[in-house]
T-cell receptor, first 114, second 114 residues
Framework: AQKITQTQPGMFVQEKEAVTLDCTYDTSDQSYGLFWYKQPSSGEMIFLIY??????QNATEGRYSLNFQKARKSANLVISASQLGDSAMYFC???????????FGTGTSLTVIP | KAGVTQTPRYLIKTRGQQVTLSCSPI?????VSWYQQTPGQGLQFLFE???????NKGNFPGRFSGRQFSNSRSEMNVSTLELGDSALYLC?????????????FGDGTRLSIL
């Protein structure tokens, strides 16, 4: 069963605008972690931001913020002031406390338009 | 500090051969995970090692195997290669003790089967 769902295969955003990438997850565990990764065309996976299931405040890391809505089981990534270098694939991932396996979504391809 | 190092970066093999990929984790990281990434299937979890023991295993045939050494370096072996094994193989390391620890990825090994 799909544990992480990213419904947007591709997104476009104008440079300097904000963009939201959607992620929903499925688990009955109470303790879990949510992550976002960026994968440029060169292939490396870059860790962006983390949100714990017990964290009450939304995580922020520079221009990245995670809009965590626990009741809706969503963990959307918000990128503010988009830059051309933000063009990449973005993956949402979850790890359950009960295990050590990361579950990845299918990714969203973001293109920033000058 | 040095990141996750995967060798080789590129590899070309023919059907029926076997291959060994190497991964050196970030210093101090004891957990190493392997993923297969293909355009059609996305990121698929292969297995995870922690302190030389396989803790988790994905849904791959027995042709895919791995091991971890006492210095946390890990190798992945694929025997009797098939055309469908062509993929980017990513290794990721983490401290491994808590679900709030992100996995840090290497640049991957791109394996092509002719």
């Amino acid at each position: 069963a799909q544990k992480i769902t990213q419904t947007q295969p591709g997104m476009f955003v104008q440079e300097k605008e904000a963009v939201t990438l959607d992620c929903t997850y499925d688990t009955s565990d109470q303790s879990y972690g949510l992550f976002w990764y960026k994968q440029p065309s060169s292939g490396e996976m870059i860790f962006l931001i983390y949100q714990g299931s017990y964290d009450e405040q939304n995580a922020t890391e520079g221009r990245y913020s995670l809009n965590f809505q626990k009741a809706r089981k969503s963990a959307n990534l918000v990128i503010s002031a988009s830059q051309l270098g933000d063009s990449a694939m973005y993956f949402c991932a979850m790890i359950l406390r009960a295990g050590n396996q990361f579950y990845f979504g299918t990714g969203t391809s973001l293109t920033v338009i000058p | 500090k040095a990141g996750v190092t995967q060798t080789p970066r590129y590899l070309i093999k023919t059907r029926g051969q076997q291959v060994t990929l190497s991964c050196s984790p970030i210093s101090g990281h004891r957990s190493v995970s392997w993923y297969q990434q293909t355009p059609g299937q996305g990121l698929q979890f292969l297995f995870e090692y922690f302190s030389e023991t396989q803790r988790n295993k994905g849904n791959f045939p027995g042709r895919f195997s791995g091991r971890q050494f006492s210095n946390s370096r890990s190798e992945m072996n694929v025997s009797t290669l098939e055309l469908g094994d062509s993929a980017l193989y990513l290794c990721a390391s983490s401290l491994g003790g808590h679900p709030n620890q992100p996995q840090h990825f290497g640049d991957g090994t791109r394996l092509s089967i002719l």
